[in-house]
């Protein structure tokens, strides 16, 4: 089990939990997630990503992500202007935030 803030990941289950609630994530989606907060507090980059959720080694769009990351912050409840839990560095990649 992960815990980072209020969100719990269950790797092996591939369930997970944002307090006492129970979100369901598609495959792509908990893939996304589990990469980010496994590697909570650090900037993960969008190739990373590509490389580690989608297992390709090139892309030309980044809307993948982008379309995916939209549907998982809505089922955390994280509002994308003022992120509390993914926020998104410019130029960089994705952070999971710890606080």
């Known amino acids: 089990m992960i815990t980072v803030q209020d969100v719990r990941l269950d ?3 591939r369930r997970a939990w944002r307090g006492e609630e129970e979100i369901s ?3 792509k989606e908990f893939d996304l997630v589990h990469a980010l ?3 909570a507090g650090d900037i993960v980059t969008r190739e990373e990503l590509m490389r580690d959720v989608w297992h390709a080694s090139f892309w030309t769009s ?3 992500i982008d379309v995916h990351l ?3 912050r809505r089922k955390l409840g994280d ?3 003022r992120p509390h839990l993914i926020s998104t ?3 960089k990649g994705l952070r999971f935030e710890t606080e």
């Open 25 to 27: 994530f598609s495959r």
């Open 70 to 72: 939209g549907w998982v």
């Open 62 to 64: 980044s809307k993948t």
């Open 11 to 13: 790797p092996v289950d």
């Open 79 to 81: 509002d994308s202007r």
């Open 37 to 39: 907060i496994a590697r």
């Open 89 to 91: 560095i410019r130029g």
